[in-house]
């Protein structure tokens, strides 16, 4: 009897770790502060330093994007090729634009993929951003390097709301169909034992009904940019997701309350300025998605 209550004891305290936890036994954090990217307006997008940044400035969950290598692994971009506006050969040479577009990730094996430097040089668009030479890394070794980091560092588990980059008319040219999608980043993230704090977001909403129909548990948002009300995205849908996460514009008192009559959360992206969070906020959002997470977390 002992032995049996002092297995219950150690099988009690692995639970309170937080690993196999159920979603449902993990909160989700009361107000969500997103780093986009990272935290593209101040470091270099979807790198480990950017989501190390990010951690060290307080958000609760760190955004980033997902593709699929040509050899089938997970892989942080938001974009389907190597993007010229801020990416630079091995070499720290320029691509040129009509070359960038032949360089797509779902055809190029990710030895391949690493060599190319996405963190020095200058993009215009965020002047804020910090140079440093880094690389496009694989999910899992974002997974490691985070989770040691915030270990090091004494810092709370964080969320990772994690989008997969696909479309119908991507499929076989720039994603694999939403199935193998949807497993190969699913294999990962169990595999690392973060599921309880996973969320899974697109556009595509192939993908999240997927995740709905074969992982229950793991906690879905469906991406938009035009305003419908809760219970046509629900039906859209066939299932109700965690979360909506509009474009930040579209947003209004009505908009939360119709998501929130359903307890679906509202979390808009992406708001970059003071104002537009202070009137976010106002209406009753869930959290807020931002290329400047220092303006969530009040730095």
């Given at each position: 009897m002992r032995t049996k209550l002092f297995i219950s004891a150690v099988a009690g305290l692995v639970a309170l770790s937080g690993f196999g936890l159920f979603n449902a036994e993990v909160p989700y954090p009361k107000f969500s502060t997103e780093a986009h990217r990272g935290g593209r307006g101040i470091m270099p997008e979807n790198t480990i330093p950017a989501m190390k940044n990010a951690i060290d400035m307080g958000v609760t969950t760190l955004e980033m994007d997902t593709h699929i290598t040509g050899d089938g692994q997970v892989v942080l971009s938001h974009d389907e090729y190597i993007n010229?506006?801020?990416?630079?050969?091995?070499?720290?040479?320029?691509?040129?634009?009509?070359?960038?577009?032949?360089?797509?990730?779902?055809?190029?094996?990710?030895?391949?993929?690493?060599?190319?430097?996405?963190?020095?040089?200058?993009?215009?668009?965020?002047?804020q951003q910090k140079k440093l030479k880094a690389y496009m890394p694989l999910l899992s070794d974002l997974i490691d390097s985070v989770q040691t980091y915030s270990k090091v560092r004494h810092k709370?588990?964080?969320?990772?709301?994690?989008?997969?980059?696909?479309?119908?008319?991507?499929?076989?040219?720039?994603?694999?169909?939403?199935?193998?999608?949807?497993?190969?980043?699913?294999?990962?993230?169990?595999?690392?034992?973060?599921?309880?704090?996973?969320?899974?977001?697109?556009?595509?909403?192939?993908?999240?009904?997927?995740?709905?129909?074969?992982?229950?548990?793991?906690?879905?948002?469906?991406?938009?940019?035009?305003?419908?009300?809760?219970?046509e995205y629900v039906a859209e849908l066939g299932f109700t997701p965690f979360i909506i996460s509009p474009y930040c514009k579209i947003v209004d008192a009505a908009f939360v309350k119709s998501c929130h009559d359903k307890n679906i959360k509202v979390l808009p992206w992406t708001a970059n300025s003071a104002e537009e969070i202070s009137r976010l906020k106002s209406v009753g959002v869930d959290g807020i998605i931002s290329d400047y997470p220092g303006l969530l977390v009040g730095e």
């Open positions: 010229p506006l801020f990416s630079l050969t091995a070499d720290s040479k320029e691509i040129s634009p009509d070359d960038a577009k032949k360089l797509i990730l779902y055809k190029m094996p990710y030895t391949e993929l690493k060599r190319y430097d996405v963190g020095s040089k200058p993009c215009s668009n965020f002047p709370p588990q964080v969320f990772y709301n994690i989008e997969t980059k696909c479309s119908a008319e991507g499929d076989g040219l720039y994603n694999p169909a939403p199935d193998e999608f949807v497993s190969l980043l699913m294999a990962v993230i169990e595999k690392k034992k973060i599921t309880p704090w996973v969320v899974i977001q697109s556009f595509d909403k192939r993908t999240i009904q997927i995740i709905n129909k074969k992982y229950p548990k793991v906690r879905t948002s469906y991406l938009v940019m035009e305003k419908h009300t809760a219970d």
